[in-house]
Nanobody, 126 residues
Framework: QVQLAESGGGLVQAGDSLRLSCAGTGRTFSNYALAWFRQAPGNEREFVAAMSPSGVRTTYADSVKGRFTISRDNAKNTEYLELNSLKPEDTAVYYC???????????????????WGQGTQVTVSS
């Protein structure tokens, strides 16, 4: 079992950058695919990015491709999301998630991730 806790959110201006962290507990952290999702008020939870256990494979939502970077440090049981060139439409609660790495492609569906953090708010002002 894995427990996750996000940090690093905040209020920034359009064009600024943020780095979100997700600290995990559990000896099997390195066995899981990791992902970031976000949810804005009134919207469904939206896929942002995912990474394989080794970090070799990544996938991104088209809306963040080229601006956001997912990474992980298995020695520190930590996942990161670097957010650059932020836009007001990036405003949301950001969640980290961990799930099975057995799928042939990295999942982008929330239901395929078993473990979730509590979320961290990112607000981008124009």
């Amino acid at each position: 079992q894995v427990q996750l806790a996000e940090s690093g959110g905040g209020l920034v201006q359009a064009g600024d950058s943020l780095r979100l962290s997700c600290a995990g507990t559990g000896r099997t952290f390195s066995n899981y695919a990791l992902a970031w999702f976000r949810q804005a008020p009134g919207n469904e939870r939206e896929f942002v990015a995912a990474m394989s256990p080794s970090g070799v494979r990544t996938t991104y939502a088209d809306s963040v491709k080229g601006r956001f970077t997912i990474s992980r440090d298995n020695a520190k049981n930590t996942e990161y999301l670097e957010l650059n060139s932020l836009k007001p439409e990036d405003t949301a609660v950001y969640y980290c998630a961990a799930g099975s790495a057995s799928y042939s492609t990295l999942p982008n569906t929330p239901t395929l991730y078993s473990y979730w953090g509590q979320g961290t708010q990112v607000t981008v002002s124009s």
